[in-house]
Structure formats: C-alpha cells, structure tokens
C-alpha cells in the first residue's frame, strides 16, 4: 500500500512559441530581474512553495532535497527571480536540457504581486533570456489548478496552444497542499 494521496482532475495545456516576442520587457525603479546563482535549495522551495501553493505546485516538493540540489546544480536549469527591491516577488525556471527547445519549467507571482502590472513583464523578460540562446521553440504547459490568469497572459505574449490533456493527479498529502473541492477526485 502507498503512501496516503489526495487525487485531482486537472487539464493541462501545453504552449509552444515558435519566434521571440517582439515587445521588450521593461520595470519601473526599484524591480529588478536577475538569475540566481547558485539557488539554494532552502531559497527554491521557499520560492516553490510561497508562489505555488495556491495552484498544486506538488511535484518539486515531493521531492528530496538531494535530487532538488542536482535539479539545481544541472547547468542547463536556470532559476530567474523578480524581485521588488530586496524582496523576492516571482520565479522562472528555464529548463534548457531538451537542447533546441528551452522548456518554462515554472513561472509565477507571489500573491501580493499579482495585479500589479508585472506579470506580462516577468514573462517578457524570462522570454528574452530563454530566446538569447536560440532555441528552435520556448514551451510552457499550464492547467486549471493555475491561476485563471496564466493561459490568457501566455496566449497574448504569443505562445500557441499545441494540445491539452486530462490529468489525474496523485498528490502525496505529505506535502501539504490543499486540493481545491472542484479539482477533487472522489
């Protein structure tokens, strides 16, 4: 028998952008957008779990922190973070381990930053680094345990959906997230 799970239904849509966007990004004062190097694994999961939280982010924090610190190691994962001042507000990991396409591992806002004219931005700028190493593609799935924004955002910084698949998800419930009753699986 394994370990206790909570199961979600969820459906998720997978995105390619075949050509950089052609908008630049920009900040006003005072936000900045940087690569963090090296990421900690204590840093990573404190990001993971602030910013994911709300929205099923399950897979990384079941996971041990010796294989997070080898995910983090890998020369080809880069971990970007927004921050407002010295505070960290978003995360983008760009996974460039498929080689000609560069992957959107993980793209998001703290809470309190959402609404604030930034996400388009973030996205830009993590678009413009995943572009300047002249992949064939950058892709990004999402799904409906994300926030309800995220689809519409990625659609209009030009990324095409390629197909969207049901998903039944196996949430160890060791991991401390709270299954929306609409994605429940009974």
Known sequence: MGEPVTRAA????????????????SFPGGIRFARVQPCSVPFYRYLYSEIGGDYLWWMRRAETDARIAAHLDNPLVQVHVLTIGEEPVGIAELDYRPMI????????????????GLGMRFLLASLTQAWSHRPRAVTVNTCNADHPRALPLYLRAGFVKVRSVDEVWEIPDRVGLTVPERLKVR
């Open 10 to 25: 969820v459906t998720v849509t997978f995105l390619a952008m075949a050509r950089p966007p052609e908008l630049p990004a």
């Open 101 to 116: 396409t560069v992957n959107l591992a993980y793209f998001g806002l703290m809470r309190h930053a959402i609404g604030r």
